[in-house]
Structure formats: structure tokens, C-alpha cells
């Protein structure tokens, strides 16, 4: 600014001064009713709607994509490329510098002007920002595999259910998650064919007279037992 300039800048701005009033307590006053009134139609939107929450984790569930919220996605792509023992710098150093240097950001740039024509590097820096936050939500979201299985069925739901319900994963995994005592159940339908991974749950000894495995039926039903082998033929 040259010193004319600045003059009516100095005028203007005491001019303004005295006509406005002070932060505290009007503004600080009108922030808060804006911020209570916002928070009134989200307790409204929660009364009304209710929160739904996403299925109970299920460790049998191999179709699951874990994913955070959209609005964490950017932060979720930008954590691959922080090696597991650097994680931390990506989840704690950079994110609190950001806070920072926006906190900062008032002292830091002490220019006069507000317009955005004549602030070109806070509005191309702002620019970046949030165009580089957009970039990594979309390659987050591109690099989001479709859930890999198709849907069970009614009858395999139910088998998935039984699955669980009777603890067979204290003894068995599926792909890997799980006991270990007996082998993983992901390609049983491949070493078994249905009836004898039937029989094997009904009764081991019947298909290996030195089976560990406890018999299932009782407790299980015979449809039961046939539901279980429907689920574990989907495994692959
Ligand atoms: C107490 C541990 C234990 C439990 C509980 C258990 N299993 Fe097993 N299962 C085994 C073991 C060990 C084997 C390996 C052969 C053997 O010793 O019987 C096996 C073998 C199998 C096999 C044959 C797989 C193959 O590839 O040879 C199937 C199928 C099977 N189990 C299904 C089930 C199902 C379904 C349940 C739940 C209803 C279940 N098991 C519960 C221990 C268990």
C-alpha cells in the first residue's frame, strides 16, 4: 500500500469501528445461537430419524470392505503412503500442523486487503488444499473394491448364522481368521464334496474314524447341518 492508500484505509477502517460493535459479547453472542440452532436440528434430525448403525463386526463376514466415512476417506488414502512405523507422522504431525498453521493463519498473513483478487497465494494455497483433499477422497474411493462375494442367500445366511452360533471358529478359520485346531473351512467344497462335509458335521467319525472334531448332531438338526454346508460351499 502506498502511504495514501493506507491513509484511507486507516479512515475507513475507524470510520467502520465506531459504527460496528464489539466482538464480545455480539458476535460471540450470535455465534453461539447460530451453533445452538444447528445443533437443535441435528437433535431433531436424531429424534426423528434415529442413528442407524452399521452391522455388529463379524469376523465370519469375508465380503465386508472395511472403509471409514466418506469424509475421512482423504485421510485414509493419504495414510498409505506413511509405512506402518511412520503412521504416526500421517495421523498426528501433519494433521496438527495443518490445525496450526490455520490457527495461525490470522497472524501469520497480516495483508489488507480482503478481497480475494488481491490475496493470490492464500487463495491458491486454500485452492490446493481442498483441491488435493478432493483427489485423494476420489482415489480413495476408486481403489474401494466392490464387496467381493455375491450376497448368501436366505438358506447360506441362516448356515453363516448356525456357523457362529455353534462357535465353530474356535476350531476352524476362514481364510486365515479363526482357530487353528482344524483346517481352514475356505476351500472345504473343493477337497469335499457337499455330502460328506455334511456327514463330517453330523457325525466325523462316520467319514474318519480318528476325528477329533466333536459330532453335531445333536445339537443341530439335520436342515441346520444342511444350512452349514451350503454357507461353507460358498467359501472359495
Ligand atoms: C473342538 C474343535 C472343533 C469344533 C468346535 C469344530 N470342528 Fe470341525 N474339525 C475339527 C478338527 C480337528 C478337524 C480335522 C479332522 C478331525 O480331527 O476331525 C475338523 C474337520 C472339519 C471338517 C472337514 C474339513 C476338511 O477339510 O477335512 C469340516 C467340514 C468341519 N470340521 C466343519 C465344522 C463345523 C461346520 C463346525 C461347527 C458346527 C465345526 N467343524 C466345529 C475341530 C472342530
Redesign the pocket.
Known sequence: MNPEQKEKYLKRYAELKKKGKAFYPYSIFKDVAASALVLLILLLFIVAFGVPLEAKADPTNTTFVPRPEWYFMFLFEALKYFPGELEWVGVVVVPSITLLALFFFPFLDRHPFRHPSRRPISIVLASLVVLFTVFLTYIAFEGTPAATAEKLSPVEESGRRL?QA???A???SIKGTGGK???D?AG?GD??NSAN?HQ??EN?KAV?P?????A?LPP?AHEEVEQ?TRY?LTLK
Open positions: 456357523y455353534q462357535n465353530c474356535v476350531c476352524h485346531t482344524g483346517p473351512l472345504a477337497r469335499m462335509i463330517y458335521i466325523p474318519n480318528n476325528a477329533t472334531m466333536p453335531f443341530l452349514i461353507l
